[in-house]
Antibody, heavy 115, light 113 residues
Framework: EVQLVESGGGLVKPGSSLKLSCVAS????????MHWIRQAPKKGLEWIAL????????YYADSVKGRFTISRDNSKNTLYLEMNSLRSEDTAMYYC????????WGQGVMVTVSS | DIVMTQSPFSLAVSEGEMVTINCKSS????????????LAWYQQKPGQSPKLLIY???TRQSGVPDRFIGSGSGTDFTLTISDVQAEDLADYYC?????????FGSGTKLEIK
């Protein structure tokens, strides 16, 4: 059974940093690209980052480019999202998702940016 | 960037009825290489993460009931839910995974009368 479990969220102040993790199981993690997607409270879904299976390519939404970094450790079956210079508009539930058409999603982790 | 225009914003139907949700992309999602449309549909029930229903515009994900039908090609796509059940209460989103930045439709809220 495919499982994706996010962690690392919390309440932080504007301008601070946070690193999210997504631990994968039930599939060969090192063979698949992975995404991060977020959803602000009561809002729709926003894709924010993609990393290829071998970390050879990374893509970002303009809203996070230069502030967020996606990475992975295939030896640990873990995907990361390092978030810097956080703003109030980054407040959202953050999901990791597997593969090209986002076939499996984690349960999400909440990030709240507030003073 | 590819813009996804999804409609309607919301709809309310009785159990047993059929609903249609539309998604229009600003560019074709049809790959000339493999003739696949890079359009997916998701269901998000209250308090849950999104779940894949349909990929490549019309391929049903394993375990998804056959009352969920995806259709369309190029720039115009439709999700049809026939014989709506109370458990189908959810938000529905389309997604283009043709090119980065990947973009979602704005969502459709399905309510059951």
């Amino acid at each position: 059974e495919v499982q994706l479990v996010e962690s690392g969220g919390g309440l932080v102040k504007p301008g601070s940093s946070l690193k999210l993790s997504c631990v994968a199981s039930g599939f060969t993690f090192s063979s698949y690209g992975m995404h991060w997607i977020r959803q602000a409270p009561k809002k729709g879904l926003e894709w924010i980052a993609l990393i290829y299976y071998d970390s050879s390519n990374k893509y970002y939404a303009d809203s996070v480019k230069g502030r967020f970094t996606i990475s992975r450790d295939n030896s640990k079956n873990t995907l990361y999202l390092e978030m810097n210079s956080l703003r109030s508009e980054d407040t959202a539930m953050y999901y990791c998702a597997k593969s090209g058409y986002f076939d499996y999603w984690g349960q999400g982790v909440m990030v709240t940016v507030s003073s | 960037d590819i813009v996804m225009t999804q409609s309607p914003f919301s709809l309310a139907v009785s159990e047993g009825e059929m609903v249609t949700i539309n998604c229009k992309s600003s560019q074709s999602l049809l790959s000339s290489g493999n003739q696949k449309n890079y359009l997916a549909w998701y269901q998000q029930k209250p308090g849950q993460s999104p779940k894949l229903l349909i990929y490549y515009a019309s391929t049903r994900q394993s375990g998804v009931p056959d009352r969920f039908i995806g259709s369309g090609s190029g720039t115009d796509f439709t999700l049809t839910i026939s014989d709506v059940q109370a458990e189908d209460l959810a938000d529905y989103y389309c997604l283009q995974h043709y090119s980065s930045p990947f973009t979602f439709g704005s969502g459709t809220k399905l309510e059951i009368k």
